[in-house]
């Protein structure tokens, strides 16, 4: 009875470690639905942004180090991860914070990112994904890491100055975007 008992637990526990990831992508997907309604209480949104954005080194961090890598975690994570960009780059504008145009470069580049890739998807009988390039997880960690620092300078957590940082987070979004296009173009071509 205790070998049995002690077989489920681990079951569980295996089962438990294997759906994590992806439930910690799914709570990073509300949270970004729910952060622009935060922008009226902007501590509470700084603390809501950071802890959402941390769930997205450990879902990753997670299917990893135990081998739960899926295929709706290869999806989930992505899509979570351009959800939680475009909602807290709504919220930075809804708080006057940084410029619309910069809203729609934002938005506009992971749209297009996600149009190209289910585009190849369909098209190509391969079902090769379009992973992500190192362009874009350092555009990714510049965006995350400038709304984080004026979301903290409007709850007043700290008074840190970026002068150039729509700039540079302008300059890398175009850039990473620029790039998967250049990807996906040559995948159409020849193949």
């Not at 996600?114 to 190192?134: D, K, M, N, Q």
């Not at 840190?160 to 998967?180: D, E, F, K, N, R």
Request: glycine content about 6%.
């Amino acid at each position: 009875m205790a070998t049995i008992v002690y077989s489920r637990a681990l079951n569980l526990r295996e089962m438990s470690l294997s759906v994590l990831p992806n439930l910690l992508s799914l709570s990073r997907l509300i949270g970004a639905g729910v952060l622009p309604f935060l922008s009226h209480i902007p501590r509470v949104a700084f603390f809501f942004f950071f802890l959402v954005s941390v769930s997205d080194f450990f879902d990753g961090w997670i299917a990893r180090k135990f081998g739960n890598t899926s295929i709706v975690g290869k999806c989930l994570d992505p899509i979570a991860d351009k959800c939680l960009v475009g909602s807290v780059y709504i919220l930075l504008f809804l708080t006057n914070i940084v410029p619309f145009w910069l809203v729609i470069l934002v938005i506009t580049r992971d749209i297009g990112i996600v149009c190209g890739a289910i585009y190849l998807w369909f098209r190509h009988e391969t079902r090769s994904f379009v992973g992500p390039i190192l362009l874009s997880k350092v555009n990714t960690f510049v965006q995350l890491g400038y709304a984080g620092f004026m979301l903290g300078n409007a709850a007043e957590v700290w008074h840190i100055a970026l002068p150039h940082g729509i700039c540079v987070v302008a300059v890398l979004t175009a850039a990473s975007w620029l790039s998967y296009l250049e990807i996906f173009w040559q995948r159409q071509k020849y193949t």
